[in-house]
């Protein structure tokens, strides 16, 4: 509804017959001050101090007061709340007195008797012909409605944000878990391993959802040592609970019969056995292997075997690296019988051996994140770093992933194994 | 940070002038001496300045923690006056920044020399023997107003306080914008100001103090006018023909003549 004064309709029409006559004739009764007096929303002029010079009969009316009361008795003030009658001195009277305007502004009004009404005040000032302030006047819409529905969106707005933050609380213990179950998937350091210095990162892509990659190293019996590196397919619950089951399905095959194929075989049968079946079939890739040090010779042999993973890396002292081909092993758990490549390789002191998972060859990279890594470019890298320690390696490693940057969206797993050069003590830890 | 940046301080004014600095209260920034700045500016050098949290301050500035007692913003008043390296300033401050700068000459006497303090309350909620004008239900109320004046702010003036400077066009829209605050930084500025007690430290001041309060003021009583007077040992009170909490806006001749016979007493 349109609030002014001395407007008076334009007839659209000069032929528009006599029902529209009668009603233009009944408008032109509704008198400025008529209007001014009974207008659906409340006004008063005040002086400059607040003073109240003139009000009209709608705003009397809600107020519950008589026009004696209020004309050169009370302030605009006077008829609001505390509140308001402090939010009117602290924004409302200093913003009117620079702008001359002001327009919207939510107070309540006090009635006589006891109630309020939420009202949206809109005042300006009228200058004289000097340009001197001479009189404020203000328009009282009366706000009930809107103020509910104002009321609502605020308490919308907080319940919004509670629910926000308690979802970002229910978040972090969410995290804190997978944070804590993912560690239990991955051993929490190597262990010592005569002869032998050994490495390892892992790299968790996204903090919210568990990965499925995983290595392992361990003894067997007095001379040899296990290890595994490999990768489940899919992520989340799932995978880990697959992960588990590898893991520790490996270590006790090994046990068993540390042979490479045997470990593998016996791993896949299980999976096929568990996941076949289920209507939601799943299976890994793997690499698996023994070392065992000669302390005569200072050296390491090396006999693995591979179900369906990318071929693992040998680095070697005088500057040369290659890939170690495992051919035509096949995912383990798919079939119930299947095949494993298996390969052999003797480690000198300065030799590494690299094993990895496709996050690594398969991050993006290139200025629009296109082209992939690759097995040539690992095994340029790797060319490079011939020749270094494990840990040396696993470190460079470390920063070439961190400088994939968001080129890097799966988890990576690293493990290295060589021989030191010197007679210096192997050590056996895990970087983050 | 930056002060300067961060409190938005302006300096204007005669640069060889003695020093006043003005200090807005609670609802508004530092246009608020738009009208004292030309009757002082000749023989004055000027510093104007928001408080973190108003105006056109550095939002990021902000936190709850310092904001919630007079003290941090009594530390906004003492960096400033480091930032600028002032001595024997004098402080003029509006409402609940009379009371900051109490603070402020006691925690840095060496960088403020007198205080003025406009429409000044060491306690606005009554108290056993004191007469504060307001209970603790209408502070509420007044916490409920800011409430309720906040859809209007939050889409509109967001962006223009939060500063875009690759965006010059929001300028003209700053001007009718002037004292937009963030409702949620008000409300900490409100609370901190309404529930305050500073009575005791009115005791600490140790500087030439001239008391201005106007005769009809909804937000500070006479009596809390002859409260800070006596507590003040030397300070003189001038009382304004004003009605309202803001004399240098309603009442700015009366006002800038009362701060310019001390300025010139001071000399």
Redesign the interface.
């Known amino acids: 509804m349109m609030c002014r004064i001395g407007q008076q309709p334009e007839p659209q029409d000069a032929g528009g017959g006599r029902t529209s006559d009668a009603v233009f004739a009944a408008l032109l009764e509704d008198s400025a001050e008529e209007l001014y007096e009974f207008a659906p929303c409340g006004y008063l002029s005040t002086l400059m101090d607040g003073t109240i010079a003139k009000i009209n009969r709608t705003l009397l009316d809600w107020l519950g007061l008589e026009r004696e009361a209020v004309v050169g008795r009370m302030r605009f003030t006077d008829l609001l709340t505390v509140g308001g009658k402090l939010y009117h001195e602290t924004h409302f009277a200093p913003l009117l007195r620079m702008r001359g305007e002001i327009s919207g502004i939510a107070l309540e009004i006090k009635q006589a008797d006891g109630g309020r009404i939420p009202v949206l005040a809109s005042s300006a000032v009228k200058h004289g012909s000097t340009g001197e302030p001479l009189l404020i006047r203000t328009t009282l819409f009366d706000a009930r409605d809107r103020r509910a529905y104002e009321a609502e969106l605020l308490r919308g707005r907080k319940a919004a944000e509670e629910a926000r933050k308690r979802a970002e609380a229910d978040r972090a213990r969410l995290q804190e878990a997978l944070a804590v179950l993912q560690q239990s998937l991955l051993p929490d350091s190597l262990p010592t391993v005569p002869g032998v210095e050994a490495a390892a990162y892992y790299h968790t892509a996204s903090p919210d959802r568990l990965g499925g990659d995983f290595y392992d190293v361990f003894p067997v019996d007095g001379k040899r040592f296990a290890f595994f590196l490999g990768d489940v397919c899919g992520k989340g619950p799932e995978a880990a609970a697959l992960t588990s089951l590898t893991r520790y399905t490996l270590r006790a095959a090994a046990l068993h019969d540390p042979d490479p194929v045997a470990a593998l075989t016996t791993l896949n049968k299980v999976l096929h056995e568990r996941y076949a079946g289920s209507g939601d079939p799943r299976y890994c890739t793997a690499v698996f292997g023994t070392i065992e040090p000669d302390a005569a010779t200072g050296e390491a042999a090396i006999h693995l075997a591979s179900g369906g993973h990318p071929p693992v890396l040998v680095l070697r002292a005088d500057g040369t690296a290659g890939y170690l081909p495992t051919p035509g092993g096949l995912l383990v758990g798919v079939l119930p019988d299947a095949r494993f490549a298996t390969a052999g390789t003797t480690l000198a002191p300065g030799d590494t051996l690299l094993l990895y998972t496709d996050g690594l060859t398969e991050a993006r990279v290139g200025e629009d994140r296109t082209s992939l890594y690759g097995d040539d470019g690992l095994l340029r890298f790797a060319t490079g770093h011939a020749g270094r320690s494990p840990h040396a390696l696993i470190r460079a490693l470390t920063g070439l992933l961190d400088g994939f940057g968001d080129g890097l969206d799966d988890d990576t797993a690293l493990l290295a194994l060589g021989v030191p050069t010197s007679s210096s003590l192997s050590s056996a830890t895990r970087s983050h | 940070m930056d002060v300067v940046r961060r409190n938005n301080v302006t300096v204007t004014g005669n640069p060889h002038g003695p020093v006043v600095v003005l200090a807005h ?4 920034d530092q ?2 001496w ?1 009208l004292t700045v030309p009757a002082l500016a000749r023989d004055h050098r000027i510093v104007l300045f928001d408080y973190v949290g108003s105006g056109r301050s550095e939002p990021s500035a902000f936190s709850e923690e310092r904001y919630g007692t007079l003290d941090g913003y009594a530390r906004d008043v003492v960096e400033v006056c480091e930032a600028l390296d002032l001595r024997d300033a004098v402080f003029v401050g509006h ?1 609940v920044s009379a009371m900051i700068g109490v603070l402020a000459a006691d925690a840095a006497p060496e960088r403020i020399g007198a205080l003025v303090m406009v429409a000044p309350s060491p306690r606005y909620i009554d108290d056993d023997g004191y007469r504060g004008g ?2 603790a239900r ?15 702010w939050s889409s509109a003036m967001a962006p223009v306080i939060m500063g875009n400077p690759d965006r010059p066009e929001l300028g003209e829209e700053l001007e ?1 914008s002037f ?1 937009a605050t963030d409702p949620e930084m008000a409300r900490v500025f409100a609370r901190t100001t ?1 529930l305050s007690d500073s009575r005791d430290d009115l005791k600490k001041v140790r500087v030439p103090t001239l008391v201005l309060e106007c005769t ?1 003021d ?2 500070a009583p006479r009596e809390v006018g002859a409260f800070v007077h006596d507590a003040i040992a030397g300070s003189t009170l001038v009382t304004l023909e004003a ?4 004399p240098h ?2 009442a700015p001749d009366a006002t800038n003549a009362a701060i310019t016979r001390f300025l010139a007493a001071l000399r």
Do not use: P, Q, W
Request: proline share 0%; hydrophobic share 30%; with cysteine.
């Open positions: 209260g609670f609802g508004c246009n608020m738009r409402s307001f209970t209408d502070i509420d109320e007044l916490l409920e107003s800011l409430e309720s004046n906040y859809l209007g009718n004292c309404f009809d909804v937000i009605t309202g909490h803001c806006l309603s």
